[in-house]
């Protein structure tokens, strides 16, 4: 039988695929929240942040139309989206019929 160390639980988590997932999502519900904060209100609940991929923004919406209507203002709402989040650099907005 081998005699193997303790190891430290802060250690195995810390490099633990969890713990990536978790920061993930962390980063992911930050970036929701400022969006919320800069695009138009008359959208609130209709769409949120899915992902942040090579400095572009995925945004899932409820419908075609929401997606349409943003897809209309999409030029100033990048603009104000940089101005917090400079890292940005492209929008997409993606239907997905699940999201209510």
């Known amino acids: 039988m081998k005699n193997s160390a303790p190891k430290n639980i ?44 090579d ?9 075609a139309t929401v997606r349409q209507g943003l897809i209309l203002q999409q030029a100033r709402l990048l603009e104000q989206i940089q101005a917090d989040l400079p890292e940005v650099i492209r929008l997409e907005f993606k239907v997905n019929p699940s999201f209510k």
């Not at 490099?15 to 929701?32: G, H, W």
């Not at 400095?55 to 419908?63: D, P, R, Y």
């Open 10 to 53: 802060n250690d195995i988590l810390q490099n633990s695929t969890l713990t990536r997932i978790v920061e993930k999502a962390n980063v992911i519900n930050d970036l929701n929240q400022k969006v919320q904060k800069i695009l138009p209100e008359s959208f609130r609940g209709l769409y949120r942040v899915a992902n942040l991929v």
């Open 55 to 63: 400095n572009q923004l995925i945004i899932n919406v409820q419908s």
